[in-house]
Structure formats: structure tokens, C-alpha cells
């Protein structure tokens, strides 16, 4: 039972558009609406259906129904013809419902119920013919003979013959099953050589009076001309015949109003008193009649939208199907059904409700359900993928606790192929009569065919150790991929936890891979690649060793250690070092593999503290790649000519800058900017190889100096761009800290733009303590806060965090690639933002280039984003970034706000 103040029904029914139940929705929305009551109508797409596991799959959405979340539970039984369910429905109603039941023209052995008017209508048709046509030979067919429908009509029927004075012939009383079938074996039965037509037939229902009719034109009969015919339905087929067909409309509309009625009595306890209306005609020509009813009218549209200029589930242009069927994974499936919503648009609410496992639990629905998809009405700015949110079971939708200022219907159909169930849509229309649409039964059914091949492709993956393979095996080198390496980190724990506790990890990629590419080719550059992997795979060849490919020419190999520093582990990479040497002298190659390697040793307890060992290792790696002495490198004459080139950028001051925006994670608003260091030289020269170079050259102070002294230049240039407070983000060059007259310089710059500038500093900078002292002391004193750049592939640890202890925290692109299908990289992040936060930092998340990974650094407590799909380096500082993105900021805030 429920604690609101509007009252809640819940109708179950087979069918919602067969045109009987329609009418009765009709009749009976329409009185609870004016009741004030919330309806929820739970229903199959057919009737029955035409395989047990159909059975199942349609049949499930009434196990979803929560019966205490009602004040009153209405059962179309007759419309659920699927075997044992009705009855299953009855016997937990009486088990575990305290509520009120009402059943709908059928008796129940428990519950009250309410029939519809088969008596007067049916009376009213054979009236016709006796009255105004005036036929008294007049036979009749009627359902199966045990049929509650059967009986009354048969009885309407008995009763219009004798009080008209006309005796009943029961020779004249045949039985049917209210299918077209029954008409035509009727006609077959009286056109027999011994039989004589009767001057006019009654039926039943349209359905056996069309069949009837068929069956005479093809013998060469026709009505009315040979017999006058009647039916009892009126639906559209009888309407549109080639004569139309006389019928009495079912009376489902007043059998609706009145089950409003009645439940509205059974919920506040007061009498019900029943509303009643004349049977209404329609008066075709098969008894005679001139076709009075049948009047041609001019259908006019009621807007000048078309169904070509709107879009439609059945338009030649809708490539629904296709674009789920493309899928191959479950964001890419949620949004491809995200992108099709504007097919069934004309709702105030649509609701995508999924089973996490998709079919694959033991339930038909899980004890929590993924809310995957919310929408609003019009307005699609409401319009939202939550594919981390859900709710109980027993809530069926989180809306409908909602306060709303009007009474809605929500109409849930399950969606499953066969017995596989997957979830259900939930479709809200606010006061106002509406029925399920055809385009809204097609969209669910594509729907829940797109999930089902996307199911099969997963199981299909998930089931082919060949295919498992290809997913988590470098194709190229044969070693484990990342994916693999995660896959594998929990049983390599167990060996590491069994095998000393310790573990070493090194490490490696090839110098110089793009110019062996460029200047040898792509299989030699493979070669390499390859040539480099088997070197290592032979050395670290154990059960105590992994290896894997982390990225184009990135190695890694982990060894498990009893010793506690990388003594075992250096041992190991100089072994790699002269095996690489040996496969060398003897082949014939054109080119030398030298390696850049780092290492990292730990003890992990987790795979995730495991992955970030990883990371420091690459992290290692890329610092020792980055800057490689100059005393130890010999230049190739490419490289000197790359040399001089820098050379002449330094002496030319041929450095400008181009202007990343960063934008505040709740408004989307641009709040600073960082410089990126872009050389004015053809061919292009990026920033990497000119402070290679310039390391050469022993000349990272003249970078240092020239990108504080242009930064201060272009933020002059562009003063009213950075009103209101932005800021500017620089790259140091750890160690080179600006001294006398360019101290000076810039500090004077500081004192009438306090807080403008904020430097970033690579967290895995090998800076003495006393260095580190100085320099933060010295920026505090000008006014310039810090931020630690690239978290995540360094030492990421608290404690290097606590010794810089930054304004900012800059979490590096390596954690939010794929962020969102990764738990491991959500839990780090969370991790580094709330210990940011309790610390007083802010935390920045660098390198967003998806939606998605935009929707969960927000949602994970972000503060700031940056990235190429917020806004792309140019050589302007924009003002504001693209529209549609802040609209997606905006909207995944408000989720975070939501989650509190």
C-alpha cells in the first residue's frame, strides 16, 4: 500500500493496442485521470505467444510488478491468455497483497470483479434486423459454448426473438471460437445441397462475420442481396469491408470508465454505483442498410510537420537497426539507443531500465536495476545516460515517487528475445489519453534486438579461448597486452605474496622507433619491435616473470624479488642489454636498437597497487628518455642538423605559444589556460626534440627564460581575455629556476598580476630537498602557485604529493583513457581527488577527449578538465568553449550532485 497522497493502480493486460483493450484504456484513463489517480499499466506486447521461451520473455514484465507500491492492482485476465500466468497472478495477489484486486471480465476466486455489457448491445443488433429490416428466419453464431461472451450474447439473442413473438429454432444456434474460421464453415454448413439459407445471421463478433461473408462470395452469394449479416464489435476491418459490415460497438470504453469507478469505491471505501449508456451503432450495409454510418471524412493533420520531416521508426531514412547492430560494446550499444530516442518522441518521460547482467542472472529481474537511460519531455536538454546509476528492484522506476503537479499513466513493456530477459522501457504521458504507438512497440522490439546481438557477440568473446586470446595477446610480439597484463595481476599477486613479496619492474622502448619507420619502413620498424620483445621474453622466461607490450615500442617485464632494492633487477636488464647486442652482430641490420629503460621495485597487495608499480616504472622510463645527458650522446648527422636547428631557434627567439583552454567542471566556463611551447620553424620541430637539443647545447635556461618572458608578453596582449581572474599554466624545466634580473623581471610582473601565473612541475622531478625548498619558497614569496604535473605515471604516491604539496594536481592522461570501463583507473582517481581535496588542492583532469571520460572525471569530483574535446591548443586564448560540451558539463554536475 502506498503513503501518497494521489492514489496508484497498477493494470495488467496482454495486449494494449488490440482494439478492445484500447478502448477500454481509453474509458477507463480517462476517469482516473478525473479520479486523480496515477495508473501504471504493466503489459505483454501479444496476447499469447507462439513458443514457450516468447512465453517467458513477454509474460515476464508481471514479475516486476511490486504489488505494495499500489492502492489497487487491476487484472485483465481474459487479455493474458499466456498458460498459468493469470492464474499465477490470482494466487500471489492472495498470498502476498493486503490491498484491493479487481478483476476485469473474468470471475475470480478471490477478488471482486467487473464484466462488460455483452447483453444489450448484442440485443440491440438483432433488434435491428427484426425491426427494421424485418427478417424473423434469423440464425446465430456464437462463441465456444463454455465462454461467459458466448452465453450472454447467445442468451441477448433468445430474448430479442421471443419478445418479439418470434420462436427459437435452436437448429439455427450454431458455435464458433470468435475467429474467422467459424464464419466460414457456417457459410460452407448452410449453403449444403440440403440446407436453406436463413434470411439473415447473427454474430458474435465481426471477426466469424467476415470470415462468414468471404466464404459466401466465393461460392457466388453476396450479401446483402442473398442474406443480411450482422455483427457485434464494430472494430475498423468490419468498417472498411467491401460492404461494410452492421455491427454494435463493444461497449470496452464505458467497461473502462466504470473499472475506474470501482477501484477509486474499493480504494475509499464507498459504494460503487455503475455509469450506463446506450449501445452505440454502426450501421453499414451487410443488414440492408444504406451505409448510414460509413460517411467518408478528409483526414487533416493537426500540425504541418510531416512523417517524412519528423523521422520516423518505419522512414526509409531510419537506420536504427544498423547503427545497434554495429555495437560491440555496451556504452557504444547505450548510446547508438541513446541516438535513436527522437524516433518515438512524444512523451513526458521515457525510462531505459536494464538487468546488469543482461538475461544472464538467475532472475528475470535483478535485485538492482541499471537506470541507463532518463529523458524528459521536449525539451531534450533533460535528456541523460546514467550508466552507472540504479535503483532496487522493488522501485520499478525512482520517478514514480516523484511529486507531480498532474495525474500521469506509465506504460512498462518488458524487452527480451525469447526467454532472455534484459529490463524494460518505461514510457509517462501527464494527464492525457494516450496509447501505446506502433512506432514505440517497433523501437523497443529493434532495441531489445540490438542488445541481444550485442549479448551473443560478448558471450561469443567471453566463451572462445581464441577469441579471449586475440583480445588479451599482442598480436605483433605475441606477450600480453595491458588488458592481458590486468587480467593476469591477481594470479601474479598470489606469486608474488607466495615468492618473497617483492617484485621489480622494468621498463623499456626503442630509441629512435619513428626514424627507423621513416627511414627503413614500417616492417623494419616492427622488427625492432619484435627483435627487442623476444630479447626480453628470453631473459625474464619464468614462472616468477611477466611480460607484456604496454604500447607501440613500450615494454615491460616484472620480475618477483626476495631483495629489496633493484640489484637483481639491473642484473636482468643488463643481460637484456648484450642479448639485443648479440641478436645484432649477427644479422644484417641497417640500424642500431639502443633501449631507454626505468625501473621501480614494491611490494603490492592489490592489482591496482600492482598497475601503478607499473606505472612508475614507464614513469621512470620517460624521464630517462626525456633527458638523456648530453655527455653521452653521440649525434648522428640527422641529428645534427636537428641541433643546429634548435640552435638557431634559441638564438632567434623563434618560440611562440599556442593556448590550451581549462574550464571549471561544474559552470564550463574557461578559467585559465595552459601555454604549450610551439617552434616557428619548418619543417616542424616539436617541444620534446628542442629541449633535447637544447639540453645539448647546455641552454634549458635560455627555454626557462624565453617561455616566462613570452608568456608575460602574450598575457600584456591579451589583458581583457584574462579579466576576471584566468590564469596561466607553464611548464618549468625542473632546476632552472630563474635568477637575478629575470627574477626581477618576473616578480614585477607578479606584483600587478598576483596569483595570474601557475607553474607545473613533473612530479617525478629528481629535486633535492633544499632545491624543492627554495623554489616553492621563492614562487610563494611572488605570488605563483604550482601544480604537479602528469599524477599517475611517477612516484604517485601521497607522500611525493605531500612534499610538493601544490596548489593543483594535474591528473595525467594515462589514467583517463577509457577511464569509464576501467575500475581500477575510477578508484585511483577517486582516490587522488579526495585526498586532493582534503588537503586543499585542486584537482585538474588533463587530457579528456571523450564524453564519456568528460561524464566520469565530473562525476568522480573533478574540478577542473582539460583536453582536446573541451577545446583544442590555437594561438588565440578563447573566450568560451563549444556550446554542446558546457550543456554536457552542466548535465553531468548535476548527476554528481544528485549522487551527493
Same mark, same amino acid.
Request: charged share 25%; glycine share 8%; hydrophobic share 35%.
Given at each position: 500500500?502506498? +503513503?501518497?497522497?494521489?492514489?496508484?493502480?497498477?493494470?495488467?493486460?496482454?495486449?494494449?493496442?488490440?482494439?478492445?483493450?484500447?478502448?477500454?484504456?481509453?474509458?477507463?484513463?480517462?476517469?482516473?485521470?478525473?479520479?486523480?489517480?496515477?495508473?501504471?499499466?504493466?503489459?505483454?506486447?501479444?496476447?499469447?505467444?507462439?513458443?514457450?521461451?516468447?512465453? %517467458?520473455?513477454?509474460?515476464?514484465?508481471?514479475?516486476?510488478?511490486?504489488?505494495?507500491?499500489?492502492?489497487?492492482?487491476?487484472?485483465?485476465?481474459?487479455?493474458?491468455?499466456?498458460?498459468?500466468?493469470?492464474?499465477?497472478?490470482?494466487?500471489?495477489?492472495?498470498?502476498?497483497?493486503?490491498?484491493?484486486?479487481?478483476?476485469?471480465?473474468?470471475?475470480?476466486?478471490?477478488?471482486?470483479?467487473?464484466?462488460?455489457?455483452?447483453?444489450?448491445?448484442?440485443?440491440?443488433?438483432?433488434?435491428?434486423?427484426?425491426?427494421?429490416?424485418?427478417?424473423? +428466419?434469423?440464425?446465430?453464431?456464437?462463441?465456444?459454448?463454455?465462454?461467459?461472451?458466448?452465453?450472454?450474447?447467445?442468451?441477448?439473442?433468445?430474448?430479442?426473438?421471443?419478445?418479439?413473438?418470434?420462436?427459437?429454432?435452436?437448429?439455427?444456434?450454431?458455435?464458433?471460437?470468435?475467429?474467422?474460421?467459424?464464419?466460414?464453415?457456417?457459410?460452407? /454448413?448452410?449453403?449444403?445441397?440440403?440446407?436453406?439459407?436463413?434470411?439473415?445471421?447473427?454474430?458474435?463478433?465481426?471477426?466469424?462475420?467476415?470470415?462468414?461473408?468471404?466464404?459466401?462470395?466465393?461460392?457466388?452469394?453476396?450479401?446483402?442481396?442473398?442474406?443480411?449479416?450482422?455483427?457485434?464489435?464494430?472494430?475498423?476491418?468490419?468498417?472498411?469491408?467491401?460492404?461494410?459490415?452492421?455491427?454494435?460497438?463493444?461497449?470496452?470504453?464505458?467497461?473502462?470508465?466504470?473499472?475506474?469507478?470501482?477501484?477509486?469505491?474499493?480504494?475509499?471505501?464507498?459504494?460503487?454505483?455503475?455509469?450506463?449508456?446506450?449501445?452505440?451503432?454502426?450501421?453499414?450495409?451487410?443488414?440492408?442498410?444504406?451505409?448510414?454510418?460509413?460517411?467518408?471524412?478528409?483526414?487533416?493533420?493537426?500540425?504541418?510537420?510531416?512523417?517524412?520531416?519528423?523521422?520516423?521508426?518505419?522512414? *526509409?531514412?531510419?537506420?536504427?537497426?544498423?547503427?545497434?547492430?554495429?555495437?560491440?560494446?555496451?556504452?557504444?550499444?547505450?548510446?547508438?539507443?541513446?541516438?535513436?530516442?527522437?524516433?518515438?518522441?512524444?512523451?513526458?518521460?521515457?525510462?531505459?531500465?536494464?538487468?546488469?547482467?543482461?538475461?544472464?542472472?538467475?532472475?528475470?529481474?535483478?535485485?538492482?536495476?541499471?537506470?541507463?537511460?532518463?529523458?524528459?519531455?521536449?525539451?531534450?536538454?533533460?535528456?541523460?545516460? !546514467?550508466?552507472?546509476?540504479?535503483?532496487?528492484?522493488?522501485?520499478?522506476?525512482?520517478?514514480?515517487?516523484?511529486?507531480?503537479?498532474?495525474? /500521469?499513466?506509465?506504460?512498462?513493456?518488458?524487452?527480451?528475445?525469447?526467454?532472455? %530477459? &534484459?529490463?524494460?522501457?518505461?514510457?509517462?504521458? +501527464?494527464?492525457?489519453?494516450?496509447?501505446?504507438?506502433?512506432?514505440?512497440?517497433?523501437?523497443?522490439?529493434?532495441?531489445?534486438?540490438?542488445?541481444?546481438?550485442?549479448?551473443?557477440?560478448?558471450?561469443?568473446?567471453?566463451?572462445?579461448?581464441?577469441?579471449?586470446?586475440?583480445?588479451?595477446?599482442?598480436?605483433?610480439?605475441?606477450?600480453?597486452?595491458?588488458?592481458?597484463?590486468?587480467?593476469?595481476?591477481?594470479?601474479?599477486?598470489?606469486?608474488?605474496?607466495?615468492?618473497?613479496?617483492?617484485?621489480?619492474?622494468?621498463?623499456?622502448?626503442?630509441?629512435?622507433?619513428?626514424?627507423?619507420?621513416?627511414?627503413?619502413?614500417?616492417?623494419?620498424?616492427?622488427?625492432?619491435?619484435?627483435?627487442?620483445?623476444?630479447?626480453?621474453?628470453?631473459?625474464?622466461?619464468?614462472?616468477?616473470?611477466?611480460?607484456?607490450?604496454?604500447?607501440?615500442?613500450?615494454?615491460?617485464?616484472?620480475?618477483?624479488?626476495?631483495?629489496?632494492?633493484?640489484?637483481?633487477?639491473?642484473?636482468?636488464?643488463?643481460?637484456?642489454?648484450?642479448?639485443?647486442?648479440?641478436?645484432?652482430?649477427?644479422?644484417?641490420?641497417?640500424?642500431?636498437?639502443?633501449?631507454?629503460?626505468?625501473?621501480?621495485?614494491?611490494?603490492?597487495?592489490?592489482?591496482?597497487?600492482?598497475?601503478?608499480?607499473?606505472?612508475?616504472?614507464?614513469?621512470?622510463?620517460?624521464?630517462?628518455?626525456?633527458?638523456?645527458?648530453?655527455?653521452?650522446?653521440?649525434?648522428?648527422?640527422?641529428?645534427?642538423?636537428?641541433?643546429?636547428?634548435?640552435?638557431?631557434?634559441?638564438?632567434?627567439?623563434?618560440?611562440?605559444?599556442?593556448?590550451? *583552454?581549462?574550464?571549471?567542471?561544474?559552470?564550463?566556463?574557461?578559467?585559465?589556460?595552459?601555454?604549450?611551447?610551439?617552434?616557428?620553424?619548418?619543417?616542424?620541430? +616539436?617541444?620534446?626534440?628542442?629541449?633535447?637539443?637544447?639540453? &645539448?647545447?647546455?641552454?634549458?635556461?635560455?627555454?626557462?627564460?624565453?617561455?616566462?618572458?613570452?608568456?608575460?608578453?602574450?598575457?600584456?596582449?591579451?589583458?581583457?581575455?584574462?579579466?576576471?581572474?584566468?590564469?596561466?599554466?607553464?611548464?618549468?624545466?625542473?632546476?632552472?629556476?630563474?635568477?637575478?634580473?629575470?627574477? #626581477?623581471?618576473?616578480?614585477?610582473?607578479?606584483?600587478?598580476?598576483?596569483?595570474?601565473?601557475?607553474?607545473?612541475?613533473?612530479?617525478?622531478?629528481?629535486?633535492?630537498?633544499?632545491?624543492?625548498?627554495?623554489?616553492?619558497?621563492?614562487?610563494?614569496?611572488?605570488?605563483?602557485?604550482?601544480?604537479?604535473?602528469?599524477?599517475?605515471?611517477?612516484?604517485?604516491?601521497?607522500?611525493?604529493?605531500?612534499?610538493?604539496?601544490?596548489?593543483?594536481?594535474?591528473?595525467?592522461?594515462?589514467?583517463? /583513457?577509457?577511464?569509464?570501463?576501467?575500475?581500477?583507473?575510477?578508484?585511483?582517481?577517486?582516490?587522488?581527488?579526495?585526498?586532493?581535496?582534503?588537503?586543499?588542492?585542486?584537482?585538474?583532469? #588533463?587530457?579528456?577527449?571523450?564524453?564519456?571520460?568528460?561524464?566520469?572525471?565530473?562525476?568522480?569530483?573533478?574540478?577542473?578538465? !582539460?583536453?582536446?574535446?573541451?577545446?583544442?591548443?590555437?594561438?588565440?586564448?578563447?573566450?568560451?568553449?563549444?556550446?554542446?560540451?558546457?550543456?554536457?558539463?552542466?548535465?553531468?554536475?548535476?548527476?554528481?550532485?544528485?549522487?551527493?
Amino acid at each position: 500500500m502506498t +503513503d501518497q497522497t494521489r492514489k496508484r493502480v497498477a493494470v495488467l493486460l496482454g495486449q494494449p493496442e488490440e482494439y478492445a483493450y484500447e478502448l477500454f484504456l481509453k474509458g477507463f484513463l480517462k476517469e482516473a485521470f478525473g479520479l486523480d489517480m496515477d495508473v501504471c499499466v504493466f503489459c505483454m506486447y501479444i496476447k499469447y505467444q507462439n513458443s514457450p521461451a516468447r512465453s %517467458v520473455g513477454d509474460s515476464s514484465i508481471f514479475k516486476l510488478v511490486n504489488f505494495n507500491a499500489f492502492d489497487c492492482i487491476i487484472v485483465l485476465a481474459d487479455s493474458i491468455q499466456t498458460k498459468g500466468v493469470a492464474p499465477e497472478i490470482e494466487e500471489d495477489l492472495k498470498k502476498k497483497y493486503k490491498g484491493k484486486v479487481l478483476f476485469v471480465d473474468q470471475e475470480s476466486k478471490y477478488f471482486p470483479s467487473i464484466h462488460i455489457d455483452n447483453y444489450n448491445p448484442e440485443k440491440r443488433i438483432v433488434d435491428h434486423l427484426i425491426e427494421v429490416h424485418g427478417k424473423r +428466419d434469423i440464425a446465430f453464431l456464437t462463441g465456444k459454448a463454455w465462454h461467459p461472451h458466448s452465453k450472454i450474447r447467445l442468451q441477448a439473442y433468445r430474448d430479442s426473438l421471443t419478445e418479439h413473438g418470434i420462436p427459437v429454432n435452436e437448429n439455427r444456434i450454431f458455435y464458433g471460437d470468435f475467429w474467422y474460421t467459424s464464419g466460414e464453415s457456417l457459410a460452407d /454448413s448452410l449453403t449444403a445441397d440440403d440446407n436453406t439459407l436463413p434470411e439473415a445471421v447473427a454474430f458474435a463478433n465481426d471477426h466469424m462475420a467476415l470470415g462468414f461473408a468471404k466464404r459466401l462470395d466465393e461460392k457466388g452469394l453476396h450479401v446483402p442481396d442473398d442474406i443480411a449479416i450482422v455483427g457485434f464489435d464494430s472494430n475498423t476491418d468490419g468498417k472498411h469491408s467491401p460492404v461494410p459490415l452492421t455491427s454494435v460497438a463493444i461497449p470496452s470504453v464505458l467497461l473502462g470508465r466504470n473499472t475506474a469507478h470501482y477501484a477509486a469505491a474499493l480504494i475509499n471505501g464507498t459504494e460503487y454505483v455503475p455509469l450506463t449508456e446506450e449501445p452505440e451503432m454502426f450501421i453499414g450495409g451487410t443488414c440492408g442498410c444504406g451505409c448510414d454510418s460509413a460517411k467518408a471524412e478528409f483526414y487533416r493533420r493537426e500540425k504541418w510537420d510531416t512523417e517524412l520531416s519528423l523521422g520516423s521508426i518505419f522512414s *526509409p531514412f531510419n537506420y536504427m537497426d544498423d547503427d545497434l547492430l554495429a555495437q560491440n560494446t555496451y556504452t557504444g550499444l547505450i548510446a547508438a539507443i541513446f541516438g535513436s530516442l527522437h524516433l518515438i518522441r512524444g512523451f513526458d518521460s521515457f525510462s531505459l531500465c536494464l538487468n546488469p547482467k543482461l538475461g544472464g542472472a538467475k532472475e528475470l529481474y535483478e535485485p538492482r536495476i541499471n537506470h541507463v537511460i532518463r529523458c524528459g519531455g521536449a525539451d531534450e536538454k533533460n535528456d541523460r545516460i !546514467q550508466t552507472d546509476v540504479s535503483f532496487p528492484r522493488e522501485k520499478m522506476l525512482p520517478e514514480l515517487y516523484e511529486e507531480r503537479e498532474k495525474p /500521469s499513466v506509465y506504460y512498462f513493456l518488458p524487452l527480451y528475445f525469447e526467454d532472455s %530477459v &534484459f529490463g524494460y522501457g518505461a514510457v509517462r504521458y +501527464d494527464d492525457r489519453v494516450e496509447m501505446i504507438q506502433p512506432e514505440y512497440r517497433a523501437w523497443l522490439r529493434s532495441v531489445a534486438r540490438g542488445i541481444e546481438c550485442y549479448r551473443r557477440s560478448d558471450e561469443l568473446i567471453g566463451s572462445s579461448k581464441l577469441a579471449r586470446k586475440a583480445i588479451t595477446t599482442d598480436s605483433l610480439t605475441g606477450l600480453l597486452n595491458y588488458k592481458g597484463f590486468l587480467e593476469s595481476a591477481e594470479t601474479f599477486l598470489h606469486l608474488i605474496h607466495n615468492n618473497g613479496g617483492s617484485v621489480g619492474v622494468l621498463a623499456v622502448d626503442i630509441k629512435d622507433l619513428s626514424e627507423i619507420n621513416d627511414n627503413y619502413g614500417r616492417t623494419e620498424g616492427d622488427n625492432a619491435i619484435t627483435t627487442a620483445a623476444s630479447a626480453m621474453e628470453s631473459v625474464f622466461h619464468s614462472r616468477n616473470c611477466m611480460c607484456f607490450r604496454a604500447g607501440n615500442d613500450e615494454l615491460v617485464a616484472l620480475r618477483i624479488t626476495s631483495a629489496t632494492d633493484d640489484s637483481e633487477l639491473m642484473a636482468k636488464k643488463d643481460l637484456l642489454f648484450e642479448r639485443i647486442k648479440e641478436v645484432q652482430s649477427k644479422s644484417d641490420l641497417p640500424y642500431s636498437i639502443v633501449l631507454y629503460y626505468g625501473t621501480e621495485c614494491g611490494s603490492p597487495k592489490t592489482s591496482e597497487e600492482l598497475e601503478r608499480l607499473v606505472n612508475v616504472a614507464i614513469g621512470h622510463k620517460n624521464m630517462n628518455k626525456s633527458y638523456v645527458r648530453s655527455a653521452n650522446v653521440q649525434l648522428s648527422d640527422e641529428d645534427m642538423q636537428k641541433a643546429k636547428i634548435v640552435k638557431e631557434i634559441l638564438d632567434m627567439n623563434m618560440i611562440r605559444y599556442h593556448f590550451q *583552454p581549462i574550464v571549471d567542471a561544474k559552470t564550463g566556463e574557461v578559467v585559465a589556460y595552459e601555454a604549450l611551447m610551439r617552434a616557428t620553424v619548418t619543417p616542424y620541430l +616539436d617541444p620534446p626534440t628542442v629541449l633535447r637539443f637544447a639540453e &645539448f647545447y647546455g641552454r634549458l635556461y635560455d627555454v626557462e627564460k624565453a617561455t616566462f618572458a613570452g608568456v608575460i608578453k602574450e598575457m600584456g596582449s591579451n589583458s581583457g581575455t584574462l579579466s576576471g581572474g584566468k590564469k596561466i599554466f607553464i611548464n618549468s624545466i625542473p632546476g632552472y629556476l630563474l635568477k637575478g634580473e629575470d627574477l #626581477e623581471a618576473l616578480s614585477a610582473h607578479m606584483k600587478s598580476h598576483p596569483n595570474s601565473i601557475v607553474v607545473e612541475l613533473t612530479e617525478h622531478a629528481e629535486l633535492e630537498e633544499d632545491d624543492l625548498k627554495a623554489m616553492k619558497h621563492t614562487y610563494e614569496q611572488i605570488g605563483i602557485e604550482t601544480a604537479v604535473d602528469d599524477y599517475g605515471t611517477g612516484y604517485s604516491n601521497v607522500s611525493n604529493l605531500l612534499r610538493y604539496l601544490p596548489n593543483y594536481v594535474k591528473i595525467d592522461r594515462a589514467l583517463l /583513457s577509457g577511464i569509464e570501463d576501467s575500475p581500477q583507473k575510477r578508484h585511483f582517481v577517486k582516490e587522488i581527488i579526495e585526498f586532493s581535496h582534503d588537503n586543499g588542492i585542486k584537482a585538474l583532469a #588533463e587530457g579528456v577527449e571523450t564524453s564519456a571520460e568528460l561524464k566520469t572525471v565530473i562525476t568522480l569530483g573533478a574540478d577542473l578538465i !582539460q583536453g582536446y574535446y573541451i577545446g583544442m591548443p590555437a594561438p588565440e586564448m578563447v573566450q568560451s568553449i563549444n556550446s554542446q560540451v558546457v550543456d554536457e558539463i552542466h548535465r553531468f554536475d548535476a548527476l554528481r550532485n544528485s549522487k551527493g
